[in-house]
């Protein structure tokens, strides 16, 4: 071992009248041959002290315990500088230690492999997710919303380009699922962990490069999902009419290329997902102006592969366009030539599935086909989209509601050869209807504004409404495989 030379510290514990020297202290004060010399700073500090506290001091078990750390310091000294003597004391200490604790082990040392996933990784929180027409999704924190006084502003969702709105938001949790439907009835499954974390302005990432869909494959439908109830169902329904209720426990175990949710035809594909409850009312909406509203008991719940039961009989090439489950609120309508209205959810009535429906709206050659149906609040706002690239976004308070078998009014003036194709509700966090910057110029419209001709076309007519159920269809239409 090394040896460490310890004569200068030794030397300096020998000097205990250097050893008590303050570092500050001038050098015409302190010891001397004939004594102590006090600084004044020394001698005012002890004319301070109370009388009791001098008498206290025990100068003599003050010098004691000087002189035992100055032994042991010349004690641990000698240890280190020999190793004979700090071999000895090793020994010895470790002989008193298997001594004392030289019992038997207490905890028990397993082997086990651990299995870590991403989400064990993951901090739960809750957080707002959206999802933007165009398919751009994105987290972002829940605090970022703020609480605003009535009448504040608002803040941004998200940047959106010209011809892209937010159409979904949901307060989900890191650990939640995103179930994703897609037109072709397949079933993706997106943790909420996996979105990217985004700021307020950024918009977020392309649902394609987060799901492995095939060509041709879009994005219909995403239901939030914490717990796969057994309780709770998943509702669909496709172009062609068809409707099928299946458990939701039965997507409770993911795959990574996705699964069949919805066995469909040839020709057919998928327009709306829903979950509920399995004794809501569903409302079927065709092309051809007609709603069927229906209670979903009518549809026995069924595996995930079944292609489902007929929902409405539909005539020629009409086509389902929309499909919801009943809540609070009215039903706006639109047709391909712009016009639209809304009519209290109680003039549907209720009757079996696979019947032709009631009138919705009538498709003149003014109206045209229906686009779109939802259900919506007055204080909602509505996107109206036209083949042409034109956005009109405009407040459900502003059309007129009115019966089930009018025209209805004005929504958007098209240019000619220009179509409506659809309407969503938009999710409006900005608070602020004014603001037309998420537009391209020119793009803006008078949503609210009706031309002449329209006023009259809202008065109630007295066709014949379709309300008994095709019997020989029901049977038909029952296609489970």
């Known amino acids: 071992a090394k040896k460490w030379d310890s004569s200068l510290i030794t030397a300096l514990l020998d000097d205990d009248a250097h050893l008590c020297r303050p570092e500050d202290l001038e050098d015409q004060y302190g010891f001397f041959k004939d004594g102590y010399q006090l600084s004044p700073v020394q001698a005012k500090a002890i004319l301070d002290l109370q009388l009791h506290r001098l008498t206290g001091l025990e100068q003599n078990k003050i010098t004691d315990e000087f002189k035992e750390i100055i032994s042991h310091i010349k004690e641990y000294l000698e240890i280190l500088t020999s190793p004979d003597r700090l071999m000895t004391v090793v020994t010895d200490e470790l002989l008193e230690i298997k001594e004392n604790y030289g019992d038997e ?23 707002v997710v959206t999802l933007s027409h165009e398919g751009y999704a994105k987290m972002q924190q829940v605090d970022v919303y703020r609480a605003q006084a009535r009448g504040g502003k608002g803040k941004s969702a998200t940047a959106m380009k010209n011809e892209d709105f937010i159409e979904k938001l949901w307060i989900a949790n890191t650990h939640d699922t995103l179930l994703c439907f897609s037109n072709m009835g397949q079933v993706y499954w997106l943790k909420v962990y996996e979105l990217p ?28 999902v914490r717990d796969y109830d057994e309780d709770k169902f998943v509702f669909f329904a496709t172009a062609k009419g068809v409707v099928k209720k299946t458990p939701l426990s039965n997507f409770s175990r993911p795959r990574a290329n ?49 292609r489902g039961v007929r929902g409405i009989t539909l005539k020629g090439d009409h086509k389902v366009v929309s499909m919801f489950i009943a809540e609070e609120g009215n039903v ?62 405009t407040a459900v308070d502003g059309i007129s509601t009115v019966g089930r078998n009018t025209q209805g009014v004005t929504l958007i003036r098209l240019a000619k050869k220009e179509n409506l194709v659809g309407i969503a509700k938009v999710i409006n966090l900005e608070g602020d209807d004014d603001d037309e910057s998420e537009f391209e110029s020119g793009d803006l419209i008078d949503a609210n504004t009706t031309d002449d001709a329209s006023t009259d076309d809202s008065t109630e007519a007295n066709p014949t409404d379709a309300n008994t159920t095709d019997n020989a269809s029901t049977d038909e239409g029952d296609a489970e495989s």
């Open 197 to 224: 974390m985004a700021s307020r302005m950024a918009r977020g990432k392309p649902l394609v490069n987060l799901l492995p869909l095939d060509k041709n494959e879009m994005i219909t439908a995403i239901l939030p």
């Open 258 to 306: 996705g699964i069949i949710g919805l066995g469909l035809l040839d020709g057919d594909h998928l327009v709306n997902v829903e979950l509920t409850t399995g004794s809501q009312d569903v409302f079927l909406f065709s092309s051809s102006g007609k709603c069927i509203r229906f209670d979903e008991g009518d549809v026995r719940s069924m595996g995930r592969t079944a």
């Open 332 to 393: 706006l309508v639109c047709t391909e030539n712009g016009f639209g209205k809304q009519t209290k959810l109680e003039e549907f009535s209720k009757i079996r599935r696979s019947g032709q429906g009631v009138i919705a709206i009538q498709t003149s050659e003014r109206n045209g086909a229906v686009v779109g149906a939802c259900q919506v609040l007055p204080e909602d706002q509505i996107m109206l989209i036209s083949d042409g690239g034109t956005l009109v976004r």
């Open 105 to 127: 082990r207490r905890t028990v040392i397993m082997e086990r492999q651990v299995h870590l996933t991403m989400e064990d990784l993951v901090i739960e929180e809750d957080v």
